[in-house]
């Protein structure tokens, strides 16, 4: 089992930066595949990034590429997304989630631990 915390999210305003943290207890978030999620209003939960093991790899939707970074800290248990050059389109609220599978996956699904999320408004 390993339970999950968002933090670093806010309002801003477009072209700002921000950096969401994800820290993990329970177990060592080493052993797992490691995303980012997000929930617009009325829609649909996607997937937005997603991170190896041992932060080597890295995927993400091809509307955050070049602003959005996923990265992580395994001897701090933290998944980070620093995002950059921020879009009122990019409101939502923010998940990190834990997955069992040995390569990199956007299905959320195959997802199997969640933390609470985190709100990231963005004006125009």
């Known amino acids: 089992q390993v339970q999950l915390v968002e933090s670093g999210g806010g309002l801003v305003q477009a072209g700002d930066s921000l950096r969401l943290s994800c820290a993990a207890s329970?177990?060592?978030?080493?052993?797992?595949?490691m995303g980012w999620f997000r929930q617009a209003p009325g829609k649909e939960r996607e997937f937005v990034a997603s991170i190896s093991r041992s932060g080597g790899s890295q995927h993400q939707i091809d509307s955050v590429k070049g602003r959005f970074t996923i990265s992580r800290d395994n001897a701090k248990n933290t998944v980070y997304l620093q995002m950059n050059g921020l879009k009122p389109e990019d409101t939502a609220v923010y998940y990190c989630?834990?997955?069992?599978?040995?390569?990199?996956?956007?299905?959320?699904?195959?997802?199997?631990?969640w933390g609470q999320g985190t709100q990231v408004t963005v004006s125009s």
């Open positions: 989630a834990a997955s069992r599978r040995a390569t990199l996956t956007s299905t959320l699904g195959e997802y199997a631990y």
């Open positions: 329970g177990r060592t978030l080493s052993s797992f595949i």
